[in-house]
């Protein structure tokens, strides 16, 4: 139990070593090579040189790419992947990332996949379509076609055999894997060739709705001659967000058949479910937003614009918003004679009486 109690010593001061070194940001990298130094480094060492991301950190976490220990290798691909999310420049490591391929377990191959996100140049596709081969682990094949979309997001070509493997992975019947196969074919960046469309089409028909969804999203952006019945079609969708996707794509698609099928499908909306309170409400209103975006009321007459008068000028106020009709007042004013205090100039009219200041006021 003493033993135990001194681990846990041990572990909470180096902790709050890491903790302090950190927070020094570029000034501790050398202490936190120096914790990294030890043959049982620490991962949150590791991480926090990944957190700092200079030049030192990054020198380090590339050495600790070839440790023979494979947590240790694990930790510094995580730790790359933080610091490129930050800003760091890391593309360098992609190769040194995919050096242990051949030889890694499952557990090292989802993080090499997982840290191409960030390391991965424009050769990562045709590397990460050996990941998406069936004889891979399937968590390792699901990260494999995210990624691929995450590249295609970062406008990175996607290779033949890349898309070739997500169109055989759209083909399955797993829902989790038909989804991140269709997340990498929706946002794949076009380089030529054809990006699967004809997979996108097959997925409007999937079991989950959000591959519905999102191949939806894939077929506004590639536009393929059958996007527009597919976004007619996604429209009826019994799920509301695959409506909202289908109305969005419609909004994409811009020309003059898809617009007509909007408004046709909201004015059948608003006479139906709105009205009578049946349906849910958000594709409506995104329909609405979709088809008024960008649009600007008519411009109407010019307002008239008055010519001033000859001789009229602006009056000014004084401060407490009287203008000269509180300074015409006021000349009316002059010390009366019998009290020494003021009385009032105006004459007297009927109905009407002095008051203690010799100002007429009206009767009570």
Same mark, same amino acid.
């Given at each position: 139990?003493?033993?135990?109690?001194?681990?846990?010593?041990?572990?909470?001061?180096?902790?709050?070593?890491?903790?302090?070194?950190?927070?020094?940001?570029?000034?501790?990298?050398?202490?936190?090579?120096?914790?990294?130094?030890?043959?049982?480094?620490?991962?949150?060492?590791?991480?926090?040189?990944?957190?700092?991301?200079?030049?030192?950190?990054?020198?380090?976490?590339?050495?600790?790419?070839?440790?023979?220990?494979?947590?240790?290798?694990?930790?510094?691909?995580?730790?790359?992947?933080?610091?490129?999310?930050?800003?760091?420049?890391?593309?360098?490591?992609?190769?040194?990332?995919?050096?242990?391929?051949?030889?890694?377990? %499952?557990?090292? $191959?989802? &993080?090499? /996949?997982? @840290?191409?996100?960030? *390391? !991965?140049?424009? #050769? +990562?596709? =045709?590397?990460?379509?050996?990941?998406?081969?069936?004889?891979?682990?399937?968590?390792?094949?699901?990260?494999?076609?995210?990624?691929?979309?995450?590249?295609?997001?970062?406008?990175?070509?996607?290779?033949?055999?890349?898309?070739?493997?997500?169109?055989?992975?759209?083909?399955?019947?797993?829902?989790?894997?038909?989804?991140?196969?269709?997340?990498?074919?929706?946002?794949?960046?076009?380089?030529?060739?054809?990006?699967?469309?004809?997979?996108?089409?097959?997925?409007?028909?999937?079991?989950?709705?959000?591959?519905?969804?999102?191949?939806?999203?894939?077929?506004?952006?590639?536009?393929?001659?059958?996007?527009?019945?597919?976004?007619?079609?996604?429209?009826?969708?019994?799920? %509301?967000?695959? $409506?909202? &996707?289908? /109305?969005? @794509?419609?909004?994409? *698609? !811009?020309?003059? #058949? +898809?617009? =007509?099928?909007?408004?046709?499908?909201?004015?059948?909306?608003?006479?139906?479910?709105?009205?009578?309170?049946?349906?849910?409400?958000?594709?409506?209103?995104?329909?609405?937003?979709?088809?008024?975006?960008?649009?600007?009321?008519?411009?109407?007459?010019?307002?008239?614009?008055?010519?001033?008068?000859?001789?009229?000028?602006?009056?000014?106020?004084?401060?407490?918003?009287?203008?000269?009709?509180?300074?015409?007042?006021?000349?009316?004013?002059?010390?009366?004679?019998?009290?020494?205090?003021?009385?009032?100039?105006?004459?007297?009219?009927?109905?009407?009486?002095?008051?203690?200041?010799?100002?007429?006021?009206?009767?009570?």
């Amino acid at each position: 139990m003493r033993a135990a109690a001194d681990a846990a010593g041990r572990r909470g001061r180096s902790g709050l070593s890491i903790a302090r070194a950190e927070a020094r940001r570029e000034a501790g990298s050398a202490a936190l090579v120096e914790l990294t130094a030890t043959p049982a480094s620490s991962a949150a060492a590791i991480r926090g040189l990944g957190r700092i991301g200079d030049a030192v950190a990054l020198a380090r976490l590339g050495e600790l790419l070839a440790s023979p220990d494979e947590a240790v290798r694990v930790a510094a691909m995580q730790a790359l992947d933080v610091a490129g999310a930050l800003g760091s420049e890391v593309a360098g490591f992609e190769d040194a990332l995919w050096q242990r391929w051949p030889q890694a377990s %499952p557990r090292e $191959r989802l &993080a090499i /996949v997982i @840290g191409t996100r960030r *390391l !991965g140049g424009p #050769a +990562a596709s =045709a590397r990460l379509a050996a990941a998406l081969g069936s004889g891979e682990a399937p968590e390792v094949r699901e990260a494999a076609a995210i990624v691929l979309g995450i590249l295609g997001r970062r406008e990175l070509p996607l290779s033949d055999a890349a898309r070739d493997g997500l169109v055989a992975l759209a083909g399955e019947s797993e829902p989790r894997r038909v989804y991140a196969a269709v997340y990498g074919l929706a946002h794949a960046h076009a380089a030529g060739h054809d990006a699967g469309e004809a997979a996108l089409l097959r997925a409007t028909a999937a079991a989950d709705p959000d591959a519905r969804a999102l191949a939806l999203k894939g077929l506004a952006r590639r536009k393929p001659p059958e996007a527009l019945a597919a976004m007619r079609a996604g429209l009826g969708d019994p799920d %509301p967000w695959v $409506r909202v &996707a289908a /109305v969005r @794509g419609l909004g994409e *698609l !811009g020309d003059a #058949a +898809a617009t =007509a099928a909007l408004w046709d499908w909201l004015r059948a909306e608003l006479a139906g479910d709105i009205v009578d309170g049946t349906g849910p409400g958000h594709p409506v209103l995104e329909a609405m937003s979709v088809l008024t975006a960008g649009k600007t009321a008519p411009a109407g007459p010019p307002r008239p614009t008055r010519a001033p008068r000859p001789g009229w000028r602006r009056r000014g106020r004084r401060r407490g918003g009287c203008g000269r009709g509180c300074a015409a007042a006021w000349r009316r004013w002059r010390p009366g004679p019998a009290s020494g205090g003021r009385r009032c100039a105006a004459p007297r009219r009927p109905g009407r009486r002095q008051s203690l200041t010799g100002c007429p006021s009206r009767q009570a």
